[in-house]
């Protein structure tokens, strides 16, 4: 009986922690979304919202990294939950670092606010869509242990990796053209930057889940 209430007392603490991570991976997107909206209309206040939220963010980050611990030295996990914890420490860690992403492309958007601008590239939205939608399914194959979308959401990676180049190549050559704000387009530069590497981080968090479902340490 007592090994039967441990398991259960394990699986709730398990479940608790998945619900926590989504809850926070859902934060994070959304962080996501109004810091491009913030740098697009050169909102401060909805950017100062991003910028104060990160901090959250991050507080959150380290409440989940200790329950992950408490549960590794109280309730005896076996190998198959210890990968479910150590995947979880490690994907609550890039969560945060998108959310830092985030937060940057917020601050960008406060810089912006005295300068020259245009309206932004479509491709901003184009690539945000993209590394929103695979974080999202990178939490949707950590939720539902699901190996083959992992390896789906990495196989993305290269195709954002190809337009972010081809905006780079474009936003460089603009900067040549006197009729443009350099100092705008070097802002929409690092917002594109940021973009991509949320789109990386993404890609970790689907090498976790495979090791989290297989053992197997990948990386894409």
Do not use: W
């Not at 949707?140 to 196989?155: F, G, I, M, R, S």
């Not at 100092?183 to 689907?206: C, K, M, P, Q, W």
């Amino acid at each position: 009986m007592d090994n039967i209430q441990t398991r259960a007392t394990l699986d709730e603490h398990l479940k608790d922690i998945k619900d926590d991570i989504i809850r926070l991976s859902s934060r994070v997107d959304t962080a996501v979304d109004k810091a491009i909206n913030a740098f697009a209309a050169c909102d401060v206040e909805l950017a100062q919202e991003v910028i104060a939220e990160d901090v959250h963010i991050n507080t959150k980050r380290f409440e989940l990294e200790e329950q992950c611990l408490h549960i590794m030295v109280t309730q005896q996990p076996v190998a198959v939950d210890l990968r479910l914890i150590i995947a979880t420490m490690l994907i609550v860690t890039e969560l945060e670092r998108i959310g830092d992403y985030a937060a940057g492309i917020a601050k960008l958007a406060v810089r912006v606010e005295m300068v020259p601008k245009r309206d932004i590239p479509n491709a901003i939205y184009q690539l945000t869509s993209q590394c929103r939608d695979m974080l999202r399914r990178a939490m949707v194959a950590y939720t539902e242990h699901d190996a083959n979308l992992a390896y789906a959401v990495a196989d993305n990676d290269d195709s954002l990796d190809t337009q972010h180049r081809l905006l780079f190549h474009k936003l460089v050559g603009e900067t040549r053209d006197a009729s443009h704000s350099t100092d705008y387009l070097l802002s929409v530069l690092f917002v594109a930057h940021n973009i991509e590497r949320i789109g990386d981080r993404s890609t970790n968090i689907a090498e976790r889940v495979i090791f989290m479902t297989s053992g197997k340490l990948t990386e894409f």
